[in-house]
T-cell receptor
Framework: QKEVEQNSGPLSVPEGAIASLNCTYS??????FFWYRQYSGKSPELIMS????GDKEDGRFTAQLNKASQYVSLLIRDSQPSDSATYLC???????????FGSGTRLQVQP | KAGVTQTPRYLIKTRGQQVTLSCSPI?????VSWYQQTPGQGLQFLFE???????NKGNFPGRFSGRQFSNSRSEMNVSTLELGDSALYLC????????????FGQGTRLTVV
């Protein structure tokens, strides 16, 4: 079983729609979770951090965490073409394990 | 506050050569992690350093090595380069090993010919 699993996509949504990105992880000791956005040819950029079960909202982004199900998701409301990128899910480092990334979901927002 | 600085940004090397990449973390951050990213691949973890000690290591051959200095700057070295080592090498800076946000440098794109 991979440490972090994401659907590779591409996930295609029309402009203005809600994009839903999902991630599952295997390490039950994970206490923190991060979402990164990576444009083609660029380095990953941190866009959301979540540490507790439930929802965390930041602008158009909402992260959702369910530790019992080992599941974390990212919702992007009012999707824009500029949101087209690869989104990487990453359980935080634990000391025994470094920050670990999923393979990413490619999002395409159609104008 | 300055971000994570990686040098050089681009590098072309010949098979069999060795290469050294550098990463200066955010001021005050004591942990640096290195990742390799190849086309179509996710971020593959290489190693993680904290206070000059390697704390975690990924599944890469011994040709890949690294170190961290007392000022938290880190270098990684790849010896006997192979064509398959062509990749974007990224370093990430955090202020501790556990549950903290990591910030990436712009990366070094290495091409082996």
């Amino acid at each position: 079983q991979k440490e972090v699993e994401q659907n590779s996509g591409p996930l295609s949504v029309p402009e203005g729609a809600i994009a839903s990105l999902n991630c599952t992880y295997s390490d039950r000791g994970s206490q923190s979770f991060f979402w990164y956005r990576q444009y083609s040819g660029k380095s990953p950029e941190l866009i959301m951090s979540i540490y507790s079960n439930g929802d965390k909202e930041d602008g158009r982004f909402t992260a959702q965490l369910n530790k019992a199900s080992q599941y974390v998701s990212l919702l992007i409301r009012d999707s824009q073409p500029s949101d087209s990128a690869t989104y990487l899910c990453a359980p935080g480092g634990t000391g025994r394990r470094a920050l670990t990334f999923g393979s990413g979901t490619r999002l395409q927002v159609q104008p | 506050k300055a971000g994570v600085t990686q040098t050089p940004r681009y590098l072309i090397k010949t098979r069999g050569q060795q290469v050294t990449l550098s990463c200066s973390p955010i001021s005050g951050h004591r942990s640096v992690s290195w990742y390799q990213q190849t086309p179509g691949q996710g971020l593959q973890f290489l190693f993680e350093y904290f206070s000059e000690t390697q704390r975690n290591k990924g599944n890469f051959p011994g040709r890949f090595s690294g170190r961290q200095f007392s000022n938290s700057r880190s270098e990684m070295n790849v010896s006997t380069l192979e064509l398959g080592d062509s990749a974007l090498y990224l370093c990430a800076s955090t202020d501790s090993l556990m549950n903290t946000e990591a910030f990436f440098g712009q990366g070094t794109r290495l091409t082996v010919v």
